[in-house]
């Protein structure tokens, strides 16, 4: 039996489209093999939807699912965001966890986007962070639903990799307790990122605070935190843009703490 | 006199949002007050086009144009490939110079995008590029046109700070003839970014090549340069984004060339 977009499993599916269906449901969807993949192998996938000729294609994928179901084209097509998801959207279990698991980890390295609206910017920082070998992203205050299509797809797999929280915008305090030195980013910070990588500060672990492009971090998280640290600016250019701001930090991170 | 979107002059303007036409006119759009602020700083403003409230808004801009012209809000949106423009459209002279003029300057830092057709990526990569302190970007092969109006966006402004360059994709002896060492991206590089920073190797003067995520660089830009460099990935990830690795790599040859 091939579903359309009328079955009512599909129509259930596609619903996960809207963040309050999937705060209801707990659930999301990952469209496009190596998302899928990724999810299967962290054992979060619910429900496999495939073509036809994805079944064949992706046929490995298909045999790990719990459960895996053909769909028409028009199908599918109902329920991916993107132009072309190769034949391929999972139903997966939601993978966050509490702030509290996540710093019971000790991790070394985490990132903290605050209140960042931008789905696209904040599934590029969790994938720069995973590869940066941060252990947990924290999702803080009124920022994205990390389980957003656009935010899933930025994040290219990384979203199974990390620790992902979702919790309040007051984290400071919790990440101090937990050992962690915090770091805000500010084009106005009194700390240049090369002197703290020359005076050997970035060797301890860090969590960095990153905020919105459009207005930067929330002044009670500025206020908070231990620095105030500015990326240094030897050109004509105003600022980086969140994603290499981001990455140029949590990679002078990586680096002190090799 | 409030010209409309079918004035002439709004009309022969709006043509240059495609790039044949930018081509044949040496011309492009910049869009909003900083863009504006940079061309006009850069004295390359042909003409200046604003609706009434940003001439108020705006005056000091529109008093530094050599033609200020008022549109009204139809015409200006006729210009603008944004919702938000702020009332500002300006006609500007293309900036990019040749090779051979860029490489006289003997710039330390080089940042080539080879073969990029993804706007967005190529303007973050100029920004990225002049805060690090690039002298010059070059636009290498196939690559986008650096002056379509998302890259001009992304540039936020950088397209006015450092030398541009267009440029056949052959541009690896002309880089090392300049005193320039040519370091390749790659996710397979048989060097290590954090090792090459390590080893001193990031203090000569450099010119990175950077390839689009799908494809990486083209081989012969791979065999033809002096190092293949791949970013250490400490985590899950299976990559960074481009942005994200360009600024990583940038970034360590501006600290190491400090």
Redesign the interface.
């Known amino acids: 039996m091939t579903f359309t977009s009328r079955t009512p499993r599909v129509v259930a599916a596609r619903k996960l489209q809207r963040r309050r269906d999937r705060d209801q449901a707990g659930r999301f969807l990952a469209e496009g093999p190596q998302a899928v993949r990724e999810a299967l192998a962290s054992g979060v996938v619910v429900e496999l939807f495939a073509t036809a000729a994805a079944f064949e294609r992706y046929a490995e994928l298909a045999a790990h699912a719990p459960v895996a179901s053909e769909v028409s084209d028009e199908g599918l097509e109902s329920l991916a965001e993107t132009v072309q998801p190769q034949g391929l959207v999972a139903v997966c279990e939601q993978v966050d966890v509490s702030l509290r698991d996540a710093l019971a980890k000790q991790p070394r390295l985490v990132a903290v986007v605050a209140e960042i609206r931008d789905p696209g910017n904040a599934g ?1 920082v969790l ?8 252990g947990a992203v924290i999702f803080a205050g009124d920022a994205v639903d990390p389980y957003n299509g656009k935010c899933v797809r ?1 994040s ?3 979203l ?3 620790d992902v929280v979702r919790t309040a915008i007051d984290v400071v305090t919790p990440l101090r307790e937990a050992g962690l030195q915090v770091l805000a980013t500010s084009g106005y910070g009194a700390d240049d990122l ?1 002197t703290l ?1 020359d005076d050997g500060a970035l060797a301890a672990p860090t969590a960095w605070l990153f905020g919105s492009e459009a207005h930067g971090l929330p002044e009670e998280l500025l206020d908070a935190a231990d620095r105030q640290v500015r ?11 969140l ?6 930090c949590l ?1 002078a991170s ?2 002190a703490q ?1």
Not at 127 to 134: E, N, V
Not at 231 to 241: D, H, K, R, T
């Open positions: 590029t994938r720069t962070a995973d590869a940066a070998g941060a930025a290219a797999g990384s199974f990799h990390v090369d990588a990326v240094p600016i030897y050109g004509g250019a105003e600022s980086l843009n994603a290499a701001a981001a990455a140029v990679y990586a680096r090799r």
